[in-house]
């Protein structure tokens, strides 16, 4: 299987107006925290650990999946865990916002978290039949599912990697999460959608995609969950994006008052 991939990288593609999977998630979260933070940049209030934590890890993948493509072996688990305490000690030393730990938590208990987690990674993370890529930049245009209109701003990002396993090439998220991913999310988050459209301009069409969970706490468990997307769940998630940037465009910020609002940043913005 001879896959081919453009090499643009990331920051050269984020110079224009564009839009990412993470901010139509942000404002399907709260619209009012979109407005704040990206429609009038105020800094938030605090960083919550987990996403300190979570870009620690996938430095740390980063590590091991690019040795694997490059030797067809594993990096010493060593690296691995040296590769995510060093981005723990960058996101630590950022002093421009203040880490919030959750409760009983401290830099030490996280750090100590995350070595037991890569060490079992290690060990029984998942291992593809070849490595093709990388954190893999992707630009692409988005047209309107309804009237076929392509829109003036692209869809923008980085597939965490991509692979070929049992014959298939697989376009792999990794995750780290508290809990399991109930089957909703399993089913319709508009990640893997919007990666298998965006995939075609990879020249990657046929490709299927795949969640790589990390779970903190006892035995940090790790699970490899190939998903199922077919072309209606494409639309779906391109029937989203687009209504997303509609109401962007039609500056609709309402606020969603729920979980998101327990730790949010920008309380103090959005009236207490
Ligand atoms: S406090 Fe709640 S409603 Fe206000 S911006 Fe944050 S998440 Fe949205």
Not at 164 to 180: C, D, I
Not at 191 to 211: D, N, R
Not at 221 to 248: C, G, N
Request: hydrophobic residues 40%; charged residues 25%; glycine residues 8%.
């Amino acid at each position: 299987m001879n896959a081919i991939i453009r090499t643009e990288p990331l920051a050269a593609l984020r110079q224009g107006l564009h839009t990412s999977v993470s901010q139509v998630k942000a404002f399907q979260t709260c619209g009012k925290r979109y407005e704040i933070q990206y429609v009038r940049g105020v800094p938030p209030s605090h960083r919550p650990i987990a996403l300190s934590f979570g870009s620690a890890v996938h430095a740390a993948l980063e590590t091991f999946y690019e040795r694997l493509r490059d030797t067809g072996e594993k990096p010493p688990v060593e690296e691995l865990q040296a590769a995510f305490a060093d981005r723990m000690d960058v996101e630590m030393a950022d002093a421009s916002i203040p880490i919030r730990f959750d409760d009983g938590q401290d830099a030490g208990t996280v750090k100590g978290q995350g070595i037991a987690m890569l060490a079992n990674y290690h060990q029984k993370g998942f291992v593809p039949d070849r490595v093709i890529a990388v954190e893999q930049p992707f630009a692409v245009d988005l047209a309107d599912p309804e009237t076929g209109q392509v829109l003036d701003i692209p869809l923008i990002g980085a597939i965490d990697l991509v692979a070929e396993h049992q014959g298939r090439v697989v376009l792999v998220e990794h995750k780290t999460a508290a809990r399991r991913f109930d089957a909703i999310r399993l089913r319709h988050d508009i990640q893997p959608s919007s990666y298998l459209f965006a995939a075609k301009s990879l020249q990657l069409a046929g490709a299927t995609t795949a969640f790589n969970l990390l779970l903190k706490g006892k035995g940090t468990p790790t699970e490899y969950i190939p998903l199922s997307r077919t072309r209606a769940d494409e639309i779906e998630a391109l029937e989203t994006i687009t209504a997303v940037l509609r109401a962007i465009e039609s500056q609709i910020f309402f606020r969603t008052r729920g979980w998101a609002c327990g730790d949010c940043g920008f309380k103090r913005a959005c009236g207490g």
